[in-house]
């Protein structure tokens, strides 16, 4: 059965931000944070151009702490960022406009930051050496009122048209089944509970190794989407019994406590209406054309 939607209703509206210098706080904890077991430590952190982590590689392993993948964008106001960051949806065209690389396209990957004060965007490596800080990146955003047609009570979030057509979803037993590569019980999802759905990432917890092999977690790629249960983000996030939601992994894990890799909401329900099916190929690569 194919599923309709109302894309053909959604209004296609430009918002732009500025490649943006990862941001260090003063006193009185800054440079250093503390990881999980206390430790202090120093790492890179997100914002800036990253040259060698893509849409794609391991959500693992990276001496990072929450790092993005790609380019990552912000404007220079308050009110015109929160524009940007609610507007821009995963699967948004994004193109370069100024600096060495202008007229570059690219894909928007995910939101993060403190609280998602920044849009993640996949541009080639072979274009990222050209990208300096402060070059301006457009975004044909597209895809915030979307709605599934029979499906309204499930809320769609920073979810463009494009990618929700690619995911393979479908009907069964009047539910939609989505591919995921993973589902992500309640209790390990970590920091951004009670942040606004519209641009708040959520966090995996993973200081528990168990948990982690468990749920298979440590496999987790940059770009997979993922399924978490019980779990409400249509307005906040926070648990609700028999809800759901569907996220794609944006950016990396970090050392501290309950700052997991960084999840994007694109889906979710409070309603039992919805269902996981484990699929390796549900990430972002494999639906849209990606550069490496």
């Known amino acids: 059965m194919k599923i309709e939607t109302n894309k053909k209703l959604?209004?296609?509206?430009?918002?732009?931000?500025?490649?943006?210098?990862?941001?260090?706080?003063?006193?009185?904890?800054?440079?250093?944070?503390?990881?999980?077991?206390?430790?202090?430590?120093?790492?890179?952190?997100?914002?800036?151009?990253?040259?060698?982590?893509?849409?794609g590689d391991s959500a693992f392993g990276?001496?990072?702490?929450?790092?993005h993948p790609?380019?990552?964008?912000?404007?220079?106001?308050?009110?015109?960022?929160?524009?940007?960051?609610?507007l821009a949806c995963v699967g948004n065209e994004a193109v370069i406009m100024?600096?060495?690389a202008k007229n570059t396209k690219g894909i928007v990957t995910g939101k993060s930051g403190r609280f998602s004060e920044q849009i993640i965007i996949h541009f080639p490596k072979k274009i990222r050496e050209k990208i300096s800080i402060n070059d301006k990146i457009l975004i044909k955003s597209r895809g915030v009122g979307l709605k599934i047609e029979k499906f309204l009570n499930i809320f769609c979030k920073s979810l463009s048209p494009e990618l929700f057509d690619?995911?393979?979803?479908?009907?069964?037993?009047?539910?939609l089944q989505i591919p995921v590569t993973h589902t992500i019980p309640e209790h390990l999802v970590g920091?951004?509970?009670?942040?606004?759905?519209?641009?708040?990432?959520?966090?995996?917890?993973?200081?528990?190794?168990?948990?982690?092999?468990?749920?298979?977690?440590?496999?987790?790629?940059?770009?997979?989407?993922?399924?978490?249960?019980?779990?409400?983000?249509?307005?906040?996030?926070?648990?609700?019994?028999?809800?759901?939601?569907v996220g794609i992994i944006g950016q990396t894990n970090g050392p501290r406590a309950g700052y997991g890799p960084g999840i994007t909401i694109l889906m979710s329900s409070k309603k039992n209406d919805g269902l996981a099916r484990i699929s390796s190929r549900a990430n972002i690569v494999n639906y849209l054309k990606f550069i490496r």
């Not at 990276?62 to 790092?67: K, L, M």
């Not at 190794?209 to 298979?216: A, L, S």
């Not at 770009?223 to 307005?235: A, E, P, Q, R, T």
């Open 166 to 175: 690619k995911m393979n979803i479908q009907i069964k037993n009047k539910k």
């Open 10 to 55: 959604l209004v296609n509206v430009s918002v732009m931000g500025s490649v943006c210098q990862p941001n260090y706080q003063g006193l009185p904890a800054e440079p250093y944070r503390l990881d999980s077991k206390g430790n202090p430590f120093l790492l890179p952190s997100w914002g800036s151009v990253v040259h060698n982590v893509s849409v």
């Open 70 to 86: 790609g380019v990552s964008i912000k404007y220079h106001s308050e009110a015109g960022n929160r524009g940007l960051n609610i």
């Open 98 to 100: 100024s600096g060495d």
């Open 191 to 245: 920091a951004g509970s009670g942040l606004t759905s519209e641009s708040g990432s959520l966090h995996i917890q993973t200081t528990d190794d168990t948990e982690m092999k468990k749920y298979k977690l440590n496999t987790l790629k940059l770009g997979d989407l993922v399924f978490i249960n019980n779990y409400d983000s249509s307005y906040q996030h926070g648990f609700l019994r028999n809800a759901w939601a």
């Open 62 to 67: 990276w001496e990072a702490d929450c790092i």
